[in-house]
């Protein structure tokens, strides 16, 4: 905990110090701007510094602002920066001061008349030095506060302070020289920090070793190289400017590199969220700095003469393009704390504004109790029991229009939960989760796929695992509003994903329960039916054979007497003894197990032989039976006495439901992983309304049909490791499917 409040207080204490040398140089530079001014702001060693206006009286006498140093004032000696504006400040306005410069190895007297400076002078130049320095104080503080321990959010911080600094003690160093040796010393070490936010940005590069070695190395170089500068300025300042020029060169380069590093991490981003990111602070960082840089070049290296204020004037740009990144695009993942943050200071607001207004209405009307302590007291009351509703209801709709992502997960996450846990149908699982992600977090469209690829873009793809076990793919678009992902977001994704894992691995066992109770309620059926097979067979066949036997006899004592009438009665009865026979002997067969034999089977030459077995009946009854022939051998690993009777039974029924002049089809192909046999008439169809029980034991439309023969069929495909199914029915005809694994 000790450790924990060290983190927040330390950016807190960082920004007080920051802040109040800020203030402290804002402070002195408004009043140096409103005494009389030589006309020109000049270094403590006498260099001339480029920062001001083109009116001003310097710029107007033509002094050498880029590389000029003064070295004597009304033909005495130059003695100091902090001499030349006292000197200035007590002449009349208006008055020619002498000032001697020497410039590019000359010396040459410029008279310049002392000039009054005021608010308009103050921000046109110092302005936008303070403002663009508080903008990065702000920046570095904020990004301590929010994810002290992000490499980002360091690296962001340290270049802030450091060009923050720069550009305080840089006007402190032509005014005022409170600072007058820490001003060098920032403003060297710039270059360092822009590569350490170069190397960590928006994601880190190289090891941690390399970055930290060449964030040392560069820090060090640079601080010796600040070091230096800030002792020559003053007995060596031809020296001390070679640093200078040293410096903003490596400003230059390192802030082209941070550019070109930026622009990479837009185009080649490892994904949608840091892409986004990066091109956020690349267009800030490229309006900021890139002409600077440029400027800085030739104004240091080609020796081009031109006011510098104007340089600073797009540098808030970066610390804004930054600000946006956090705020809209959670640049450092740090989105919930930023929206209770601005929720809670949004909803204190308010509620201070409805105090204040009360208290001064209160006053107006001079009631009896006001502005008294009891009547404050009583408004204080109210508005603390009313500022937690005040907030939930600022807290929604600054998520809503501003963040556009949920305010409590959790309630959804539970919400979530309670509804897929009710659920056991593995679709209707899918079309749940799929719609609360997609209400929770207002996007364009959300699914949960099959592990297959997406065929269109998406936004994020969320595995639905279950202890390893990938049952799906959770998806979405866009959100409707543009905004992006936040950590939130990413975490609600992953916790729905994770319930909805949970729910379609509890519909799995459902449904793998139902079909072990379907089995067992098959297998103790079958057993039913094998029992009574064997009961009826004991019970019924011995006395039905008598039967047949006594009237077998009868029938050629008829014949013999010639009482045909007698003899055809008879034949009648023999004949419904063999019907009832063959029923028992089918309910033998059915109940007793399948024992295939496996071997390989020829699927089209199987097919050829059913077709040739059948053809004798098929004419009889006026019908055609086609096959169909692939270009290569289908083979299966079957029972080929099984598979024959499975399809002698397809096509027999399909040849009894088929008129005069019609057709039977055997077509079969081959799959990735299995053979398909069809059987097609173009028989009447089977009924809609009993479709789904043609398989039911004992059930038939045909007045002389048992009800056993495609319970039969299923029973010996299934035992084959195969699957039938009645695939279309209707007025056009009937088309069974058969389903045989391939071999291997």
Same mark, same amino acid.
Request: net charge negative; aromatic share 8%; charged share 20%.
């Given at each position: 905990?000790?450790?924990?409040?060290?983190?927040?207080?330390?950016?807190?204490?960082?920004?007080?110090?920051?802040?109040?040398?800020?203030?402290?140089?804002?402070?002195?530079?408004?009043?140096?701007?409103?005494?009389?001014?030589?006309?020109?702001?000049?270094?403590?060693?006498?260099?001339?510094?480029?920062?001001?206006?083109?009116?001003?009286?310097?710029?107007?006498?033509?002094?050498?602002?880029?590389?000029?140093?003064?070295?004597?004032?009304?033909?005495?000696?130059?003695?100091?920066?902090?001499?030349?504006?006292?000197?200035?400040?007590?002449?009349?306005?208006?008055?020619?001061?002498?000032?001697?410069?020497?410039?590019?190895?000359?010396?040459?007297?410029?008279?310049?008349?002392?000039?009054?400076?005021?608010?308009?002078?103050?921000?046109?130049?110092?302005?936008?030095?303070?403002?663009?320095?508080?903008?990065?104080?702000?920046?570095?503080?904020?990004?301590?506060?929010?994810?002290?321990?992000?490499?980002?959010?360091?690296?962001?911080?340290?270049?802030?302070?450091?060009?923050?600094?720069?550009?305080?003690?840089?006007?402190?160093?032509?005014?005022?020289?409170?600072?007058?040796?820490?001003?060098?010393?920032?403003?060297?070490?710039?270059?360092?920090?822009?590569?350490?936010?170069?190397?960590?940005?928006?994601?880190?590069?190289?090891?941690?070793?390399?970055?930290?070695?060449?964030?040392?190395?560069?820090?060090?170089?640079?601080?010796?190289?600040?070091?230096?500068?800030?002792?020559?300025?003053?007995?060596?300042?031809?020296?001390?400017?070679?640093?200078?020029?040293?410096?903003?060169?490596?400003? @230059?380069? *390192?802030?082209?590199?941070? %550019? !070109?590093?930026?622009?990479? =991490?837009?185009?080649?981003? /490892?994904?949608?969220?840091? $892409?986004?990111?990066?091109?956020?602070?690349?267009?800030?960082?490229?309006?900021?700095?890139?002409?600077?840089?440029?400027?800085?070049?030739?104004?240091?290296?080609?020796?081009?003469?031109?006011?510098?204020?104007?340089?600073?004037?797009?540098?808030?740009?970066?610390?804004?393009?930054?600000?946006?990144?956090?705020?809209?695009?959670?640049?450092?993942?740090?989105?919930?704390?930023?929206?209770?943050?601005?929720?809670?200071?949004?909803?204190?607001?308010?509620?201070?504004?409805?105090?204040?207004?009360?208290?001064?209405?209160?006053?107006?009307?001079?009631?009896?109790?006001?502005?008294? @302590?009891? *009547?404050?007291?009583?408004? %204080? !009351?109210?508005?603390?029991? =009313?500022?937690?509703?005040? /907030?939930?209801?600022?807290? $929604?709709?600054?998520?809503?229009?501003?963040?556009?992502?949920?305010?409590?997960?959790?309630?959804?996450?539970?919400?979530?939960?309670?509804?897929?846990?009710?659920?056991?149908?593995?679709?209707?699982?899918?079309?749940?989760?799929?719609?609360?992600?997609?209400?929770?977090?207002?996007?364009?469209?959300?699914?949960?796929?099959?592990?297959?690829?997406?065929?269109?873009?998406?936004?994020?793809?969320?595995?639905?695992?279950?202890?390893?076990?990938?049952?799906?793919?959770?998806?979405?678009?866009?959100?409707?509003?543009?905004?992006?992902?936040?950590?939130?977001?990413?975490?609600?994704?992953?916790?729905?994903?994770?319930?909805?894992?949970?729910?379609?691995?509890? =519909?799995?066992?459902?449904?793998?329960?139902?079909?072990?109770?379907?089995?067992?309620?098959?297998?103790?059926?079958?057993?039913?039916?094998?029992?009574?097979?064997?009961?009826?067979?004991?019970?019924?066949?011995?006395?039905?054979?008598?039967?047949?036997?006594?009237?077998?006899?009868?029938?050629?004592?008829?014949?013999?007497?010639?009482?045909?009438?007698?003899?055809?009665?008879?034949?009648?009865?023999?004949?419904?003894?063999?019907?009832?026979?063959?029923?028992?002997?089918?309910?033998?067969?059915?109940?007793?197990?399948?024992?295939?034999?496996?071997?390989?089977?020829?699927?089209?030459?199987?097919?050829?032989?059913?077709?040739?077995?059948?053809?004798?009946?098929?004419?009889?009854?006026?019908?055609?039976?086609?096959?169909?022939?692939?270009?290569?051998?289908?083979?299966?690993?079957?029972?080929?006495?099984?598979?024959?009777?499975?399809?002698?039974?397809?096509?027999?029924?399909?040849?009894?439901?088929?008129?005069?002049?019609?057709?039977?089809?055997?077509?079969?192909?081959?799959?990735?992983?299995?053979?398909?046999?069809?059987?097609?008439?173009?028989?009447?169809?089977?009924?809609?309304?009993?479709?789904?029980?043609?398989?039911?034991?004992?059930?038939?439309?045909?007045?002389?049909?048992?009800?056993?023969?495609?319970?039969?069929?299923?029973?010996?495909?299934?035992?084959?490791?195969?699957?039938?199914?009645?695939?279309?029915?209707?007025?056009?005809?009937?088309?069974?499917?058969?389903?045989?694994?391939?071999?291997?």
């Amino acid at each position: 905990m000790r450790r924990l409040s060290m983190v927040y207080v330390a950016p807190v204490l960082l920004g007080v110090i920051l802040f109040g040398v800020l203030a402290l140089v804002a402070r002195d530079t408004y009043v140096h701007f409103e005494r009389p001014s030589p006309g020109f702001l000049v270094y403590q060693n006498g260099q001339l510094s480029a920062i001001g206006g083109p009116s001003w009286s310097g710029a107007q006498a033509g002094m050498p602002l880029n590389g000029g140093r003064i070295v004597g004032v009304d033909g005495g000696d130059f003695v100091s920066g902090h001499a030349v504006y006292r000197h200035a400040a007590e002449r009349p306005l208006g008055e020619t001061i002498l000032y001697r410069v020497r410039f590019a190895g000359e010396e040459r007297d410029f008279a310049v008349p002392t000039m009054a400076t005021g608010s308009a002078d103050f921000w046109l130049t110092a302005g936008n030095y303070l403002s663009n320095a508080a903008f990065c104080f702000a920046i570095a503080i904020l990004a301590l506060l929010l994810r002290p321990d992000h490499p980002s959010a360091r690296a962001l911080a340290f270049v802030m302070v450091l060009l923050g600094l720069t550009l305080a003690l840089g006007l402190d160093h032509v005014v005022t020289f409170r600072f007058t040796k820490l001003y060098p010393i920032a403003e060297a070490m710039v270059p360092a920090g822009i590569l350490a936010l170069t190397l960590t940005f928006p994601v880190p590069r190289f090891t941690i070793r390399v970055r930290w070695l060449g964030i040392a190395f560069a820090s060090g170089a640079t601080l010796v190289m600040g070091v230096l500068g800030a002792a020559w300025e003053v007995n060596a300042p031809d020296r001390a400017r070679g640093i200078t020029n040293a410096v903003f060169v490596l400003w @230059a380069l *390192t802030a082209l590199a941070m %550019l !070109v590093s930026f622009g990479h =991490a837009t185009i080649y981003g /490892r994904s949608e969220s840091d $892409r986004l990111k990066a091109g956020v602070v690349f267009s800030g960082a490229l309006i900021s700095f890139l002409l600077p840089a440029v400027a800085l070049v030739a104004f240091f290296l080609l020796g081009w003469d031109f006011s510098t204020s104007w340089l600073t004037a797009l540098i808030f740009l970066f610390p804004v393009s930054v600000l946006y990144a956090v705020v809209r695009h959670d640049l450092f993942e740090a989105e919930r704390f930023i929206r209770l943050t601005v929720g809670y200071g949004v909803a204190t607001a308010g509620v201070v504004l409805v105090y204040a207004t009360l208290l001064t209405i209160l006053e107006r009307m001079a009631l009896p109790l006001s502005p008294g @302590a009891a *009547t404050s007291f009583i408004l %204080l !009351v109210g508005l603390a029991l =009313a500022f937690d509703p005040v /907030r939930r209801s600022v807290q $929604r709709s600054i998520d809503r229009v501003f963040f556009r992502s949920v305010e409590a997960p959790e309630r959804v996450l539970e919400e979530a939960g309670i509804e897929l846990a009710s659920l056991t149908d593995e679709g209707a699982i899918r079309e749940t989760l799929a719609e609360r992600v997609r209400a929770a977090l207002n996007l364009e469209w959300a699914n949960v796929r099959d592990t297959e690829p997406s065929e269109r873009p998406v936004s994020f793809s969320e595995p639905v695992n279950f202890q390893g076990e990938q049952l799906g793919v959770l998806e979405g678009g866009r959100k409707l509003t543009g905004a992006p992902f936040a950590a939130a977001d990413r975490e609600l994704i992953r916790g729905l994903a994770a319930q909805g894992a949970l729910a379609l691995q509890n =519909a799995h066992s459902i449904d793998g329960l139902r079909r072990a109770q379907a089995e067992l309620l098959r297998t103790q059926r079958l057993a039913v039916i094998g029992e009574f097979a064997g009961a009826v067979a004991h019970g019924m066949r011995n006395p039905l054979a008598g039967i047949r036997a006594t009237a077998q006899i009868a029938q050629e004592q008829a014949t013999a007497a010639s009482q045909s009438p007698v003899a055809e009665t008879l034949e009648g009865v023999l004949s419904e003894a063999d019907r009832l026979d063959q029923r028992i002997r089918s309910l033998l067969d059915f109940s007793r197990p399948v024992e295939p034999r496996p071997k390989q089977v020829d699927v089209g030459e199987l097919i050829e032989r059913v077709a040739r077995t059948l053809s004798r009946s098929a004419e009889r009854r006026g019908v055609r039976i086609l096959t169909t022939q692939q270009p290569s051998p289908s083979y299966v690993v079957s029972d080929l006495d099984y598979l024959e009777e499975t399809l002698l039974e397809l096509v027999g029924n399909a040849l009894r439901a088929t008129e005069t002049g019609g057709e039977v089809r055997l077509e079969h192909g081959r799959g990735d992983d299995q053979v398909v046999i069809r059987v097609r008439d173009d028989g009447s169809g089977i009924p809609e309304a009993v479709q789904d029980r043609v398989f039911d034991l004992f059930f038939t439309t045909r007045p002389d049909g048992t009800g056993l023969g495609l319970p039969s069929v299923r029973k010996i495909v299934e035992m084959l490791g195969g699957s039938i199914e009645l695939e279309s029915s209707g007025p056009g005809g009937t088309c069974f499917r058969v389903e045989l694994p391939l071999e291997v």
